[in-house]
């Protein structure tokens, strides 16, 4: 059984996050986005909700040591 681990996300994250996005946009299946998706916008949104604001609630969910989820 393979094991999901949850943990706060970390600005460092933000790099797999975006190819995680833009995997999924890719897909055409489950996101509304329309390929090709800006790379540089979608890191900026990321990166705003990253961090020690007090509103600041991202997740990253790791399997070993990938990043396969978020929230």
Avoid: C, K
């Avoid at 996050?17 to 990321?46: H, I, K, M, N, S």
């Avoid at 604001?53 to 070993?64: F, G």
Wanted: glycine fraction near 6%; proline fraction near 7%; charge should be negative.
């Amino acid at each position: 059984m393979t094991s999901v681990r949850v943990r706060p996300a970390a600005p460092d994250d933000v790099d797999a996050l975006v190819d995680l996005f833009v995997a999924v946009v890719d897909e055409g299946r489950w996101l509304g986005t329309q390929p090709p998706v800006d790379r540089v916008v979608q890191r900026q949104r990321f990166l705003e909700h990253i961090g020690d604001a007090p509103d600041s609630a991202a997740l990253v969910a790791m399997v070993d040591d990938s990043i396969v989820g978020h929230a």
